[in-house]
Every structure is written in C-alpha cells, then in structure tokens.
C-alpha cells in the first residue's frame, strides 16, 4: 500500500487540484444555481461515475507501464511536476476566470443530469491528465501491486473531490453571493492557491525514481 506520508501528501494535492476552476466545477455550481440542490447532486453522483472511470484505466495502464518500461517514471514524474505548474499559473494568471461565475443552464430531468455529469468528467482532460501524470509519482511497485496502489490513490481523490463538490453543490447560492461581495479574498486565495501547487510540483520534479 501507499505510505502514510505519500498518500498524505496526495491528498493534499489531490484537494488542490479539486478547488481550482474546471470544467466539473463550473458545471455544478451553474446547475445547482439554475436548477436547485438536487439537481446539483444528481449532476455529482455522474461525475462520480467519471471519477471511477478514470481511476480504473489509469490503474489498469499504470501496472502495465511500471511492468514493461520502470523508466518510464522519470517521465511521468516530468510531466505532473509541469502539470502543477500549470495549474499554479492557471490560478494566478492575470484576468483568471472564478469558478463561481456560473453559466445559465436550462432545467433537465434526473437521467440526463447523471450523463451531463458523467460526460463533463470522463471528457475532461484536467482530471485524465491528473491521473496519467500525479498518480506514478506516488507508486512503486516495491510497495506492493500497483493496481491496488492506483486504486487506493483514485479513490482518495474520487473522495476528496466529492466532498468538495457536495460543499459547493449545497451551498452553490451562498457561495456565489459571498464572493461576488469578496473580490479581494477571492484573489488571495487563488495565490494561496498557486504557492501550493507550484511547491507540490518542485517536490514532485525532485523526487528519487521509485525502484522495486
């Protein structure tokens, strides 16, 4: 299994990853605000749905990866420390956009916010992205099976995630209001925001390659 202090530091950038604007969030906090709560929820649970997705096709590639080409991290590890940079950039970037400029959606019936949801998450290249590049740099197969590994991670962040989309989807109004009257905490915040992840990325880009 992962190391406490490995998946500990996964969560964080998993939690990171999960506040900053995208295409999941916007979507929910537009159809919570247009179309209500449980609207909202239904939405999430799709998003779920594409959370798991995911997590199983990056577990599944992951073990053949590690399995045909180990040196392959170095690349991985590569690519997610410039994806946090990215993202870092993305948050504060000047005229960077608020997730909570929501957009005017019209009312759709339960089965189609599901696949709005799940649609909006398994074609979103923030989250395969997060998954090709983050997952390698917390894997080794010195800890035991990969596959096990890649799915204990997905679901940390299939959890942290939800939980905070569930916090934005029940108090999408309130939220909305409090930052449209908070410009200033609204952009500290995004720096906050960007500090983080940039140093979750210098960590990452100095990383040992993990051997079995």
């Not at 190391?3 to 919570?32: E, H, I, K, Q």
């Not at 398994?122 to 090709?132: C, R, W």
Request: charged fraction near 10%.
């Amino acid at each position: 299994m992962v190391p406490l202090n490995d998946w500990l530091l996964f969560a964080a950038a998993a939690l990171f990853v999960a506040v900053t604007p995208g295409p999941n969030m916007v979507y929910l906090l537009s159809r919570s605000l247009c179309q209500g709560r449980r609207a909202g929820v239904i939405s999430l649970l799709g998003v779920v749905v594409g959370f798991l997705a995911h997590m199983f096709a990056a577990a599944v590639g992951l073990t053949a990866l590690f399995m045909a080409v180990p040196l392959a991290y170095e690349l991985l590890k590569w690519a997610g420390a410039a994806y946090l940079l990215y993202l870092a950039w993305q948050a504060v970037k000047p005229g960077a956009r608020s997730p909570f400029e929501a957009q005017d959606l019209p009312a759709d019936p339960p089965r189609k916010l599901f696949l709005m949801g799940f649609f909006t998450n398994l074609l979103n290249p923030k989250i395969a992205v997060f998954y090709l590049s983050i997952f390698p740099q917390f894997v080794s197969p010195a800890h035991g099976s990969v596959f096990a590994q890649s799915v204990q991670l997905g679901l940390t962040q299939i959890v942290v995630s939800f939980c905070v989309n569930l916090s934005i989807v029940l108090s999408a109004a309130t939220l909305a209001l409090w930052f449209a009257r908070s410009p200033r905490w609204l952009a500290a915040q995004r720096y906050v925001m960007g500090t983080v992840l940039a140093a979750l990325a210098v960590r990452l880009a100095m990383e040992q390659r993990r051997t079995a």
